[in-house]
T-cell receptor, first 113, second 111 residues
Framework: DADVTQTPRNRITKTGKRIMLECSQTKGHDRMYWYRQDPGLGLRLIYYSFDVKDINKGEISDGYSVSRQAQAKFSLSLESAIPNQTALYFC????????????FGDGTRLSIL | RKEVEQDPGPFNVPEGATVAFNCTYSNSASQSFFWYRQDCRKEPKLLMSVYSSGNEDGRFTAQLNRASQYISLLIRDSKLSDSATYLCVVTHYNQGGKLIFGQGTELSVKP
């Protein structure tokens, strides 16, 4: 079983719909992250959480919200999806500390028509 | 200007070749450095950390030049399985593990 699991793996939806992407982890890590990846732009941080009561905006948080329901779960919501949110979304986790590597889920490919 | 810049490539090399990737970063407060590897449509995976004194892991050598704000990755004796996108990643002091990614350099190793 994967240590970091994202659901769904693929999603096609329409403009204006509310969408939730789920992430769960079995690594026991305190820190969780949501990124999006677009061709030519690399990975950009949307939101991150260092523990259950902690939520922080990343580089591109507008149009997104998150919920850290438990240490193992971190969900990303698009309240009213728009086409330029079409991207590959990754969840990642890391242990606490300055130089800990991040471990990524398999990604969610989201298309908004 | 992007905070972490890489030549996007693609680099097309024959098997057995030596190839080097470069990465520059603009924030002098950058603290930790990594190379990640990403296969097509897959998640990024940590390849190696980059230490100030330089470090080697098998066919892979990473170098850091803080004065020039420059990181490199050298791959010797390229294999077909090395074909992937290589992501240069930095973190900043006091930002507790947030990673800043370059856009990646694509490598294609041909038979």
């Amino acid at each position: 079983d994967a240590d970091v699991t994202q659901t769904p793996r693929n999603r096609i939806t329409k403009t204006g719909k509310r969408i939730m992407l789920e992430c769960s982890q079995t690594k026991g890590h305190d820190r969780m992250y949501w990124y999006r990846q677009d061709p030519g732009l690399g990975l950009r941080l949307i939101y991150y959480s260092f523990d259950v009561k902690d939520i922080n905006k990343g580089e591109i948080s507008d149009g997104y919200s998150v919920s850290r329901q438990a240490q193992a779960k971190f969900s990303l919501s698009l309240e009213s999806a728009i086409p330029n949110q079409t991207a590959l979304y990754f969840c990642a986790t890391s242990a606490a500390g300055e130089v800990q590597p991040q471990h990524f889920g398999d990604g969610t490919r989201l298309s908004i028509l | 200007r992007k905070e972490v810049e890489q030549d996007p490539g693609p680099f097309n090399v024959p098997e057995g070749a030596t190839v080097a990737f470069n990465c520059t970063y603009s924030n002098s407060a950058s603290q930790s450095f990594f190379w990640y590897r990403q296969d097509c449509r897959k998640e990024p995976k940590l390849l190696m950390s980059v230490y100030s004194s330089g470090n080697e892991d098998g066919r892979f050598t990473a170098q850091l030049n803080r004065a020039s704000q420059y990181i490199s990755l050298l791959i010797r004796d390229s294999k077909l399985s090395d074909s992937a996108t290589y992501l240069c990643v930095v973190t900043h002091y006091n930002q507790g593990g947030k990673l800043i990614f370059g856009q990646g350099t694509e490598l294609s190793v041909k038979p």
